[in-house]
């Protein structure tokens, strides 16, 4: 199996991270300037506006015939990939080493890294108009929507990249890990039948998961792959364009999402690499023994004497004058027996 050493991928983490996006608010306004430094390196195009006349921006870099398209920030409010994309456009810049040499040789890489300006802008799921956009891919009523799939028609990849976040209360089946990173090659209807493009979905992230077990074992989960009629992934997988969700989750005391945007990171790069360097994707079935994810965790959990009084509290993001603001909200009051929290303060008295 074609895989990146957990010491190349550390150390070029550490080297080219860019360091001025930080946190979870990434808004159009933290990423347009840096465009300017890739002009020479990359094709940069305006793809279109969004509702509200943000420009969307796309990056196109490198000469092979393994053509991928990966984007983020599809939800305005989930920005881990998109700042893993901007330490990737940095290796794939300044780096000289011979691994990133091979992707660019072999693949040719279209980035679409901020789809939702106008949610990111005010750090909510759907666009300027209400309109969930990865649950827009049949009705297409909002621009971004009918700017991705004519995207996704023209540019014609073998493979997607479709990067999300997930919610803290995700953690790996069987154990007591968050589920930091989540894999899923989507299913293109009910029966959830294993095509051809989704065994070769498979087949790449068995690769990423390998890696990753290297580093953050026991943390890596499997999104549920029920059959969305409207959802992206589902649909452009059914149209044979094979797609892999990255969903970036919690790790321990990590809830500015920087661990969980260095795995998404080597995730992506040790995805691009084992596509640059593999003609045959056709063994799959270890992708089934990563564990599926469960919904065990709340942020915080209250425990008293009589465990019938234990509280569970989630964190709600919020912008606040401006400032993005963690409120912790009650969420249940029965028994929470069989759950945890990622804090745990316990009331003897």
């Keep these: 199996m074609n895989l990146l050493a957990i010491d190349f991928l550390e150390t070029i983490y550490n080297k080219e991270k860019e360091i001025s996006l930080l946190g979870k608010w990434i808004r159009f306004k933290d990423i347009k300037d840096l465009f300017k430094k890739y002009e020479d390196?990359?094709?940069?195009?305006?793809?279109?506006?969004?509702?509200?006349?943000?420009?969307?921006?796309?990056?196109?870099?490198?000469?092979?015939?393994?053509?991928?398209?990966?984007?983020?920030?599809?939800?305005g409010n989930?920005?881990?990939?998109?700042?893993?994309?901007?330490?990737?456009?940095?290796?794939?810049?300044?780096?000289?080493?011979?691994?990133i040499n091979t992707i660019l040789k072999s693949c040719t890489l279209l980035f679409v890294p901020m789809l939702n300006p106008d949610g990111a802008e005010?750090?909510?799921?759907?666009?300027?108009?209400?309109?969930?956009?990865?649950?827009?891919?049949?009705?297409?009523?909002?621009?971004?929507?009918?700017?991705?799939?004519?995207?996704?028609?023209?540019?014609?990849?073998?493979?997607?990249?479709?990067?999300?976040?997930?919610?803290?209360?995700?953690?790996?089946?069987?154990?007591?890990?968050?589920?930091?990173?989540s894999f899923l090659a989507p299913s293109e209807e009910e029966t959830r039948a294993l095509t051809k493009g989704r065994k070769e979905t498979m087949n790449v992230i068995v690769a990423?998961?390998?890696?990753?077990?290297?580093?953050?074992?026991?943390?890596?989960?499997?999104?549920?792959?029920?059959?969305?009629?409207?959802?992206?992934?589902?649909?452009?997988?059914?149209?044979?364009?094979?797609?892999?969700?990255?969903e970036s989750g919690h790790?321990?005391?990590?809830?500015?999402?920087?661990?969980?945007?260095?795995?998404?990171?080597?995730?992506?790069?040790?995805?691009?690499?084992?596509?640059?360097?593999?003609?045959?994707?056709?063994?799959?079935?270890?992708?089934?023994?990563?564990?599926?994810?469960d919904k065990v965790f709340y942020d915080v959990i209250h425990r008293y004497p009589d465990s019938k009084n234990d509280l569970g509290y989630q964190f709600k993001d919020e912008i606040i004058e401006n400032k993005l603001v963690s409120k912790l909200v009650k969420i249940e009051e029965t028994s929470l027996k069989g759950k945890f929290g990622h804090l745990e303060i316990v009331f003897e008295n």
């Excluded at 195009?45 to 420009?55: A, F, Q, R, Y």
């Excluded at 999402?257 to 003609?279: C, N, W």
Aim: hydrophobic content about 35%; overall charge positive; some cysteine.
């Design 78 to 99: 989930e920005s881990t990939g998109t700042k893993a994309l901007f330490d990737l456009f940095n290796c794939l810049l300044l780096s000289k080493q011979s691994e």
């Design 122 to 181: 005010v750090y909510t799921r759907v666009n300027g108009n209400n309109i969930d956009l990865n649950r827009d891919v049949i009705d297409r009523k909002a621009k971004e929507s009918k700017l991705l799939r004519a995207l996704l028609e023209e540019f014609n990849p073998q493979f997607c990249f479709n990067l999300h976040d997930q919610r803290t209360i995700f953690n790996v089946e069987n154990t007591k890990n968050p589920a930091t990173i």
């Design 41 to 75: 390196a990359f094709q940069i195009s305006e793809l279109g506006t969004s509702e509200k006349g943000t420009p969307i921006y796309t990056l196109k870099i490198g000469s092979g015939e393994k053509k991928i398209l990966l984007w983020s920030q599809m939800h």
């Design 251 to 293: 790790y321990p005391d990590d809830y500015i999402r920087e661990v969980s945007r260095k795995f998404t990171f080597f995730s992506i790069l040790q995805g691009l690499f084992y596509i640059a360097k593999t003609d045959n994707f056709t063994s799959y079935k270890a992708y089934f023994k990563i564990p599926n994810n």
């Design 208 to 246: 990423m998961n390998t890696m990753l077990q290297e580093v953050i074992p026991n943390h890596v989960g499997r999104y549920t792959d029920a059959f969305y009629p409207t959802a992206t992934g589902d649909n452009f997988q059914k149209l044979g364009f094979n797609t892999i969700l990255i």
